[in-house]
């Protein structure tokens, strides 16, 4: 056995330098997580052209996923959002595939999971937080804050119903940002834990965490897939409600 | 927990930053308008598809239409040939039907004629046989010779009354 820091269920979310880059005195060093983003993006863009290189009339295996993705957010926004929707479906589909892919790659065994680590979807539930919140300024010019006063509530009760609505407001990138990465983290941990109980009890008696393993490899796909879901639908409603106020 | 280690913030935003510009960039410029491209290519082609077939069983409709039209002309100028064809049998037949009654009528009336031309001149003979047997006759039992003005007289008396 290797010791007990290949056992510490932890250890895959340590960030390593590969190239270390300082620049002002900041550490950007290209790491493990800066790689797998590469590696994510690469994949999601080698995907999505070469499926539909040959423009096919009838589509292949491959050809057919791309357009299943194409539509499935294509749908999404346009059941969510509606027609104004469709300038946001460049940043809606991006954001989905890079979600995806950053959680089905971290599945494979000594990959790194961007997804997993809070400062990454902070970032990314602050940009949608800060972009959709923009966009109803821009759209709405001051009657985008009539948002935080619901209708048909007494004014008696406006004091009150005000700071709720904008703590609630406030709450989104919180919750749509923890979700994310809790859930990764979670995931992943556990696995980690049940791969080191294989290690522990060996030949003997190791097979019994393994099969919990490997159920666990499926559920977690599924779990990946479901919240680049979540990540994004959120994102679609929280655009309609912004677009259309209520 | 290496989440919390805020020494790999930066990093990992600017990369975070970078990689997602780049993906956005990728998908807007590149990958979704091909995509769309296909999907639009294959729209466009169904409703070709389906625009030339409705045009095709448009057509079809037309030439059945045609067909009936035509069939239906032939029909009835069929009938009507055998309309005309019908009215000269029955005028022709008729026409020989009169021309017939017209003749055994003639015939008929010569055949009249001639019996009764026949009638007379047996009628004529009967008169001269009736007088040679009456001469005879009378010769034979009275003994008298009959003068032939006078046995024609009663001849002819006799021959009114039966008349």
Known sequence: MAGAEQLNPLEQFEIHRLIPIEIGGVDVSFTNSSLWMVIAITLVTLFLTLSV?????????????????????????????????????????????????GNMLGLIPYSFTYTS??????????????????????????????????????????????????????????????????????????????????????LFGGWAPLLVDVALTGFEVLIAFLQAYVFTILTCLYLNDTIHLH | MPQLDSSTFPTQIVWLVICFIVLYLLMWKVALPRIA???EARRSRIDDDLDRASALK??????????????????????????????????????RQADLVARLKAETAAAEARIARAKQQALKNIAAVAAEAAQAATARLIGVNVGEPALRKAIDAAMGDEE
């Open chain 1, 53 to 101: 290189r040959r423009r096919a009339l009838v589509p292949g295996r491959w050809q057919s996923l791309a357009e299943l993705a194409y539509e499935f957010i294509a749908n999404m926004i346009r059941d969510n959002v509606g027609q104004e929707g469709r300038r946001f479906f460049p940043f809606i589909f991006t954001l989905f595939m890079f979600i995806l892919f």
């Open chain 2, 58 to 95: 448009e057509e079809a409709a037309q030439a059945l239409a045609a067909y009936e039209a035509s069939l239906a002309e032939a029909h009835a100028r069929a009938q009507a040939e055998l309309r005309a064809a019908a009215e000269q049998l029955a005028a022709e037949t008729s026409a």
């Open chain 2, 37 to 39: 491209a296909v999907l």
């Open chain 1, 117 to 202: 680590h809070i400062i990454v979807t902070v970032t990314l539930a602050l940009t949608v937080f800060l972009g959709i919140t923009i966009v109803g300024i821009v759209r709405h010019g001051l009657r985008f804050f009539a948002f935080f006063m619901p209708q048909g509530v007494p004014i008696a009760m406006m004091p009150l119903m005000i700071p709720i609505e904008i703590l609630s407001y406030l709450s989104r990138p919180v919750s749509l940002s923890i979700r994310l990465f809790a859930n990764m983290m979670a995931g992943h941990t556990m696995m980690k834990v049940f791969a080191g109980f294989v290690v522990i009890l060996g």
